[in-house]
């Protein structure tokens, strides 16, 4: 299956280039003129990325963003921007943005940080299928064996 995107942006020539970069990538690619359209798509249909624009005329990528992770706190979001600061980088970091890139970027930056995403994506769900057969312990990332007569008592062993 193929993973989903939502591209938002109010500028429709990094809409129509960048969603046909990401379509040639093997992605399904939606796209949003706005924060508000974003926002309506969101909570309609689950998308493994979102990558929203940070000014945008009717809200910015730092709103696209918290409601992104309110609506599902798994999503992924790339915050791309023309104007960057360390204080709007900073901002998007605070509220949990899994990346953060300058526009103009290079096609090759933008395909490795989106590829980044997928594999986390992927590696994530591969530990929550785990988790349903495997006593894991969240903060060190291992597994109990299951030989011991009694639960978690076993030797605890690197995934």
Not at 10 to 34: C, F, H, M, P
Not at 39 to 44: H, M, P, R, T, Y
Not at 85 to 111: Q, W
Not at 142 to 152: G, I, K, M, N, T
Request: proline letters at 4%; aromatic letters at 6%; glycine letters at 6%.
């Amino acid at each position: 299956m193929k993973k989903s995107i939502l591209l938002v942006d109010d500028e429709e020539s990094i809409l129509l280039g960048t969603g046909k970069l990401l379509e040639g990538l093997n992605y399904e690619v939606a796209t949003a003129q706005s924060g508000e359209e974003a926002i309506e798509k969101l909570k309609s249909v689950i998308y493994d990325l979102v990558i929203t624009d940070m000014l945008m005329e009717d809200m910015t990528g730092i709103d696209v963003l918290k409601v992104a992770k309110e609506i599902d706190p798994h999503v992924m979001v790339i915050v791309l921007t023309g104007h960057g600061s360390l204080e709007t980088a900073v901002e998007a970091l605070r509220f949990k943005a899994d990346d953060y890139i300058l526009k103009p970027c290079e096609r090759s930056e933008l395909e490795f940080r989106v590829k980044k995403c997928m594999e986390f994506i992927d590696q994530r769900k591969k530990i929550l299928q785990l988790q349903k057969f495997l006593p894991l312990c969240a903060m060190c990332n291992r597994v109990c064996d299951s030989f011991s007569p009694e639960p978690f008592k076993g030797e605890w062993m690197p995934i």
